[in-house]
């Protein structure tokens, strides 16, 4: 272990790590030999293995610096699982670390958890989902943060250039209502077993929920989806990206009896999520002069309608939903690690 | 009780860098293209310039896959094999 410095009173350790420069701004649990140590013991790992790393950055993630943090983010031992996962996500190529974590655009890292790990570490996938309320939500994307900012130096003003950033930054974790689901689970629509655990990670835009207390039919209720994703101010313009929706349950109730499929929603979007080039002029958001021909050729979203990445969660009542635009083009992609209990999983 | 370190210092790896040219005439120039939107006009007229003044050709341009992604294996070895000096930066 690291020893810096003694104190023997509880605030004043806090205290230490905000002068040590080593909390996200709210106050940290200060870790102690036996709280590191039960955390270690629950990821299966010796203190010095690693977990992963970010390449450009020559920073390595050990399973002792993760411990330590998620002990300092509020983290049960028995969380230990899902906080590997998701760093292994974090260290896959795929993600591109650097852009998501460095960019002006401020992107949050969601963690979706699905399987059976959410249901025993009672990992909110119902009522305020993506709010406050919960120690696992709170702890567990707080940790990922905390590893961020201490371990790979993912720091506000140096290597986390965010203009503004979003309050998911702080933490952004939920867990998939996989009970009365419309269709198969996220991480069963990416590959895996429906009795894997597994976390999928993506970068995020601010989300912003999308209302519709009238719509009876799946058309209307996705248009109103189609239009927030389609907006003109859209980061994600000069290439494909991904999205995230999240159903909650009364919209799901209005797909699922409609019969439609989770393709069927997400062809609808690709679809009617493309707008003419001559928006995107006329917003500046391209340059050059709206010719005639650019009121009539298309610009597309999505690429493929496997970008659309759908989740379900939240409350049974209310007629709300999400959309987590993904931040980036084709700079960085989701990532789904399924979650071995004790030692973490394979990255798909 | 005591403070536990939550931090990591980066691995040290050793770099071994090209020898510095005696002079910048005549030299191979290597473009890297970070994909964003002004960085190609940006490079070309640097490009452009350096022909100019000290007599430099472009024989390598490399676009990476994106701004975030490093160039990769194969347009490192294109480079190393190919260029004396590589430009590379961020037009936005």
Known sequence: ???????????????????????????????????????????????????????????????????????????????????????????????????????????????????????????NSGNNAFGQGHRPNATIGRAVRLIMMNVMNTRPGLLD??????????SFCFAEHEEDHPWEPLHVARGLRREDSAVTLIASNSLYQVYNHLAATPEPLLLCFADALGNVGTPNLLGFNETLIVFAGEHAEVLQKAGWSRLDVQRFLMEHTRRPVADYKRGARLPGAVTPEDETTWRYRFERPEDILIAFAGGRAGSWSACLPGW????????????????????? | MKLFDPTSKPVERAIKLAPRPASPRGLRLGLVE???????????????????????????????????????????????AQADLVISGVGD
């Open chain 1, 1 to 123: 272990m690291s020893e810096i410095d003694e104190a023997a009173d509880p605030a004043a350790l806090i205290e230490a790590y905000y002068d040590a420069g080593w909390t996200d701004g709210l106050p940290v649990v200060p870790p102690s030999d036996r709280s590191i140590a039960a955390a270690l013991a629950a990821t299966g790992l010796e203190g010095h293995e690693e977990l992963g790393a970010i390449t450009g950055r020559n920073a390595v993630v050990t399973a002792e610096k993760a411990a330590i943090n998620a002990v300092m983010a509020g983290c049960r031992p028995e969380y230990m699982p899902v906080v590997v996962a998701a760093v292994k996500s974090l260290c896959a190529p795929a993600f591109a670390y650097h852009g998501p974590a460095s960019s002006t655009g401020g992107s949050a890292i969601a963690l979706v958890v699905n399987g059976p790990i959410a249901r025993r570490l009672g990992i």
């Open chain 1, 161 to 170: 250039r965010a203009t503004l950033g979003n309050p998911g930054k702080y």
């Open chain 1, 328 to 348: 980036g083009t084709k700079w960085t992609r989701s990532v789904t690690t399924r979650i071995d209990p004790p030692s973490g999983g394979d990255t798909t």
């Open chain 2, 34 to 80: 970070n994909t964003k939107f002004n960085a190609s006009p940006i490079l070309e007229k640097l490009a452009e310039r350096l022909a100019q003044r000290h007599q430099m050709t472009v024989t390598v341009r490399n676009r990476k896959r994106s701004a975030s992604h490093e160039v990769d294996e194969a347009g490192i070895k294109a480079l190393r």
